[in-house]
């Protein structure tokens, strides 16, 4: 079984990554910049954002985190990505999900404007992908393309069986499998909530993804001996034993999914340290593109 190591395959993409900056500032260019807005006080937010902003610092990118209190206005928060979006010394923009309740998800993807939307997030981007146009791919499931690519993973003609179907993992990771890529040409069955069956879908499966958030809802019954079953999952659990006081989880139980799969990834350690690979891939893709035009 190999272990599909999020840490060595995250590593080797920003040492590339790393390594093209320090040409880029060596021939007296500014380095790319990442803005990251963050809103409230959510945990598991302040956690991603605060990895996503030492991963940018560790292959030279400048950063940028703003904070807003949870109870910022709508038009205060559009008008700040308005503001960005403006400046062209700013590559990429990401607003950490989730909102507060108050203020409009598809509104804030929509304002962030589509070259600068590093998450790939705005339907311009999500449109382009579906057309297999050159785009910025959502960076979760570019992250998991990366880590297929990293070990080498055969998905061409393969089964694979993606349970979730949101717009940042499922659905575009479904386009990506589908596509004519290097690391695609699979033939997808996407399986949602409503989906009957689900335990035959997946033991049919090459590929098991699993993006629900629900715990060690994948159990081994329901993989393939065989199979490479990625883990998306990563859900907070109260664990007494741990000064956090909780551990993270995903949507896999891994140890009696692994003795029968070919390869899986580990919760932590595998599919969240490629979503930041993704993302860093994408501002330097933004970053490329405006200085060459
Ligand atoms: P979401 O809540 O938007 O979507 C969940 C999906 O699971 C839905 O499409 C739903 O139809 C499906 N689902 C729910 N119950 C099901 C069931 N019983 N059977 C089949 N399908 C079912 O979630 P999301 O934003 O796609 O995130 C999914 C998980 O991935 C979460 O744990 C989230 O924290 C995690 N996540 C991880 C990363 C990362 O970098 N590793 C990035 C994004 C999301």
Not at 43 to 52: F, I, L, N, R
Not at 61 to 76: G, P, Y
Not at 95 to 124: A, C, M, R
Not at 213 to 235: H, L, N, R, S, Y
């Amino acid at each position: 079984m190999i272990l599909l190591d999020g840490k060595l395959a995250s590593s080797s993409v920003k040492e590339t990554l790393k390594k093209e900056v320090e040409i880029i500032t060596a021939n007296n260019k500014r380095a790319p910049h990442l803005v990251a807005i963050l809103i409230g006080n959510n945990g598991a937010s302040e956690t991603y954002v605060a990895s996503k902003i030492r991963s940018c610092k560790e292959v030279g990118f400048t950063s940028t985190l703003i904070r807003f209190d949870d109870t910022v206005e709508e038009n205060i928060l559009l008008q700040k990505i308005i503001e960005l979006n403006n400046n062209d010394e700013i590559d990429g923009i990401l607003v950490q999900l989730p909102l507060p309740k108050h203020i409009n998800e598809t509104t804030v993807i929509q304002t962030i404007h589509p070259d600068k939307d590093v998450d790939g997030f705005h339907p311009i981007n999500a449109g382009k992908l579906v057309q297999g146009l050159p785009t910025l791919i959502p960076a979760t499931p570019y992250g998991v393309m990366l880590l297929f690519d990293y070990f080498n993973i055969d998905t061409k003609g393969k089964h694979a069986v993606i349970i979730g179907r949101s717009n940042i993992v499922g659905r575009p990771l479904s386009i990506l499998l589908s596509s004519n890529l290097l690391h695609g040409n699979s033939t997808v069955t996407l399986c949602h909530s409503s989906t009957k069956n689900l335990k035959e879908l997946c033991l049919q499966a090459d590929i098991v993804v699993a993006a629900i958030g629900k715990p060690e809802f994948v159990t081994a019954e329901m993989v393939k001996q065989g199979a490479v079953v990625i883990d998306v999952g990563i859900t907070r659990v109260d664990d007494a034993t741990k000064k956090s006081g909780y551990r993270l989880k995903g949507d896999v139980k891994f140890d009696e999914v692994a003795t029968k799969a070919s390869a899986i990834t580990p919760v932590p350690g595998g599919v969240g340290l490629m979503t930041i690979a993704g993302l860093l891939k994408n501002t330097l893709q933004v970053y490329k593109m405006k200085m060459i035009n």
